[in-house]
C-alpha cells in the first residue's frame, strides 16, 4: 500500500543494515543501494526513508458500514538495542491520527513504547520504542481509514406456494480511500470473513451468503401503533403489512446475525420464471431473532378493535366523597376476518400502556415488553373470528394514597 510508509529513526552508532525477512514490510532502501550508513556527528540523527510492501494475508479490515473501517497491518520491525524511532506516515489518504494504534505480537517486555510524537504540519506519527536487545518484533499498527465503506444487498425467492425461501447475501465493496489492497482480509460480521484484493476507485460484489429452501411463514402483520383500530372508516389507510417470516437460527438454516440491507424478494411462477414481489429493508436481525420481508400492504385481512366495557374498581374517595384515585377493568373486542379463499396467519400486535395485569385474554400471547403484546392468529377461508380480551389497568397510586390523604373507606 504505497499511500502509507514508514521509516526506522536509529540512535547515533545503532545504524546497521536491517535484513529482509519473508514477513517484513519495512525494508531500508538507502542500505539496499549503498550497503553502509556513513557516520553522522553525535548531535545528528540518522532518518531512513523505508517504504512498505504488501504482505499476503496480512491486511486485516473490518468494515463498518460508515465510510469509514479499521484496518490492521501486520508488520516486522527490526529494532536494535536502545531507543529506537519509528516514523508512521501517510500520503492522500484520510486516516485519524488519534485512532493510530502500534502493539506487540510478541513478548510485551521485550519492547517499551516510550512516547508517540505527532510533527507539526505533518501526516504522520513517531513512535519512541526501547528494545532490550536487538530483536525482530511482530507488530500490529491499527488505524481508522476513510473512504471505505460496503453495502450489503439480499435476494431472495420464495417458492410457488410461498413455503421455502433461496436467500442470498453480497457484500458491495466500495474504496475511495486513495489505499490498494492485496488479498486483504475483511472482516464482516462473526463468521464472515474473506479475502479479496481491492483497488483504489473500485467497487466490488462479494456473494457471501447462499441458503436454499429456508422454512418461512407467509403472515400478516397488524400493529395497533400503526394501523387504524376502525378500517371502514379510513379508506386511506393502507392495508395490512403482508410478507414472509424467517426464524434466524441453525435450525432453520441461519443461525446468525443478519446485518441491515436491501432484500429484493422474488417468487417462483407456477407456470415458468419468476415475478417480482417487493423490496423491504432488512433490519439488523440477531441470531435467534424472526427477521419479516414484507412484500406489501393487503386488504383482504380485515382487523376492527372495539372497547365494549370499562369498570372502575378498588375506588378511594375524599372525606366529600369525591373519587380520587381508582383501578379500571377493560375489554377490548378485536374482529377479525379473512375475505380470502385460503387460510391465513394474521400476527396481531396490541398494546396497553401503564401497568396492567390480565384478567381473560381470549387468545395464546407473548409479552415482548411490558406493553407490548403479540398473538398470532390462524384465520380460516373467508373466516370470520372475534377475540376479547379483558384485563386491569392499576392505579400504583391507589395503595399509597391514603398515607398521605384522609380518604373514607372505599367501595
Known amino acids: 500500500m504505497a499511500a502509507v510508509t514508514c521509516s526506522i529513526l536509529l540512535r547515533p552508532g545503532l545504524q546497521k543494515a536491517l535484513p529482509l525477512k519473508a514477513l517484513l514490510v519495512l525494508y531500508l532502501v538507502l542500505i539496499m543501494a ?7 556527528p553525535q548531535t545528528a540523527v540518522a532518518r531512513t526513508q523505508v517504504a512498505t510492501l504488501p504482505l499476503e494475508g496480512k491486511v486485516f479490515i473490518r468494515l463498518a458500514g460508515r465510510n469509514t473501517a479499521l484496518v490492521q497491518e501486520e508488520r516486522v520491525l527490526t529494532l536494535a538495542a536502545g531507543i529506537n524511532k519509528i516514523a508512521f506516515s501517510w ?4 486516516i ?11 513478548d510485551p517486555d521485550d ?9 507539526p504540519n505533518e501526516s504522520a506519527l513517531v513512535w519512541e520504542i526501547y528494545s532490550r536487545t536487538d530483536t525482530e518484533q511482530p507488530v500490529v499498527i491499527s488505524y481508522l481509514l476513510a473512504g471505505l465503506d460496503d453495502l450489503i444487498t439480499y435476494t431472495a425467492l420464495a417458492d410457488a406456494k410461498e ?6 447475501a453480497r457484500l458491495i465493496l466500495r474504496n475511495f480511500s486513495g489505499e490498494t489492497f492485496a488479498n486483504a482480509a475483511f472482516w464482516l460480521a462473526p463468521g464472515t470473513v474473506f479475502k479479496t484484493d481491492l483497488q483504489h476507485l473500485e467497487t466490488r460484489q462479494v456473494l457471501f451468503l447462499e441458503q436454499k429452501n429456508l422454512p418461512i411463514t407467509k403472515t400478516y402483520d397488524w400493529d395497533e401503533k400503526t394501523m387504524p383500530g376502525d378500517p371502514e372508516n379510513h379508506p386511506d389507510a393502507p392495508g395490512i403489512p403482508t410478507g414472509y417470516k424467517i426464524k434466524n437460527s441453525s435450525e432453520s438454516g441461519l443461525g446468525f446475525d443478519l446485518l441491515p440491507g436491501k432484500a429484493r424478494i422474488f417468487q417462483e411462477n407456477e407456470g415458468a420464471g419468476t415475478i417480482f414481489s417487493g423490496e423491504d429493508m432488512v433490519p439488523f436481525v440477531p441470531d435467534g431473532d424472526t427477521a419479516f420481508l414484507k412484500i406489501g400492504n393487503s386488504r383482504d385481512i380485515l382487523v376492527f378493535k372495539r372497547r365494549i366495557h370499562s369498570e372502575q374498581t378498588q ?6 366523597g369525591d373519587i380520587q384515585v381508582f383501578d379500571e377493568k377493560i375489554t377490548d373486542r378485536f374482529i377479525l376476518e379473512n375475505t380470502t379463499s385460503a387460510p391465513v396467519i394474521l400476527t396481531l400486535t396490541d398494546r396497553i400502556d401503564g401497568h396492567w395485569e390480565p384478567v381473560d385474554m381470549g387468545h395464546a400471547y407473548t409479552q415482548t415488553d411490558h406493553q407490548t403484546l403479540v398473538f398470532d392468529i390462524h384465520l380460516g377461508a373467508k373466516e370470520k373470528k372475534t377475540i376479547d380480551l379483558t384485563y386491569r389497568v392499576l392505579n400504583i397510586f391507589t395503595g399509597t394514597f391514603a398515607g398521605y390523604n384522609r380518604v373514607a373507606p372505599g367501595n
Do not use: C
Open 96 to 106: 485519524d491520527p488519534d485512532a493510530i494504534y502500534l502493539d506487540t505480537l510478541a
Open 91 to 94: 500520503q492522500n489518504v484520510h
Open 111 to 119: 519492547i517499551t513504547l516510550l512516547s508517540v510524537d505527532r510533527p
Open 34 to 40: 549503498l550497503g553502509y550508513i556513513p557516520a553522522l
Open 315 to 320: 375506588i378511594r374517595r375524599n372525606e366529600k
Open 163 to 168: 413455503k421455502t425461501l433461496d436467500l442470498d
